[in-house]
């Protein structure tokens, strides 16, 4: 939740860029996307134009969840068969997503550690991670704002805190 210590970046495999770290000097940024929901693929465009603007200060990082077949050979641990068909969709999507991409592992510790521990139940979603903590929780479309009040300092994080819990209070009535 917005205000806790980040959980690890813990991914099956890196697919583009660098591997990084939720604990990092970077402010870190996870989109929780899959190939088949169209509103994530609807926001790569603009996080890819965010990435951009922000350059090494912020490292994009698009967590690939909930999207393994339900083919005995997708569910498998290190699966090259769920490996090649997300790279065959990057290659297909090529230029929406430039920035980080790794994928959830079999198990879904990504999506059990982030999203399942916030309370988000559906894609996309994204975390905004300064100083080893979240700061953020929303979605892609509301990120620019936050994001450039986290990036220039000026983040109210106490009002942040009070703001997510009553959104998880409405959210459980």
Known sequence: VVGSRAPAIDVERWM????????????????????????CIEAMPHLSTLQERYGDRVHMVGVDVSDRKESPAEQQPNSQVHVDRIRKWMDDNAGKMRYRVALDDAAGTMDRTWLKAAGKNTIPATFVVANGRVVWIGAPTDLEGPLAEIVAGTWDLPAAIAKYDAELDMAER
Do not use: D, K, N, Y
Request: net charge neutral; charged share 10%.
């Open 16 to 39: 583009q860029g660098a591997p990084t770290s939720a604990r990092g000097p970077a402010i870190v940024v996870l989109e929780f996307w899959a190939t088949w929901c169209g509103p």
